[in-house]
């Protein structure tokens, strides 16, 4: 059966889904935004503030879980505008390390929740490695 997580915070904002799903050994996390956690408000600062806040809810979401960015194999990327890709990228590569860099999609987006400039969404496997 799934298991469907979703912490306190996230919780406050009433939204219609879950922070994540668990089966078997697999969490498949939902999009992630730069919001403020357990707000409907995006960080100020231009895409690389929306992006490290972006990584830093996927990370609390792992961590919520006992995972790290090592557990995460495969992310998809939505963006507003392609053309802050490298603004994107120089923040994304920062939080894996070198040698797992997870399989990724990514795809610009006619429009984003709350007016966002990237989502991302991700898988992380959950079993021993």
């Known amino acids: 059966m799934p298991q469907f ?3 306190p915070a996230a919780k406050a904002t009433n939204l219609p889904f879950s922070q994540a799903v668990r089966v078997g050994d697999i ?4 999009g992630a935004l ?6 409907l408000e995006l960080v100020t600062g231009g ?3 929306e992006a490290r806040q972006t990584m830093e809810n996927i990370r609390k979401v792992l961590n919520d879980n006992s995972l790290t960015f090592d557990n995460v194999f495969k992310c998809t990327i939505m963006m507003a505008d392609m053309g802050k890709w490298t603004g994107f990228n120089k923040v994304y590569v920062t939080y894996f390390k070198p040698d797992r860099l997870p399989a990724r999609s990514a795809f610009g987006a006619n429009g984003l929740a709350l007016g966002a400039q990237v989502e991302v969404e991700c898988m992380a496997y959950m079993g021993k490695s």
């Open 34 to 39: 730069g919001n403020v956690p357990g707000t």
């Open 27 to 30: 969490l498949y996390l939902s």
């Open 5 to 7: 997580i979703t912490s």
């Open 47 to 49: 895409m690389e503030a």
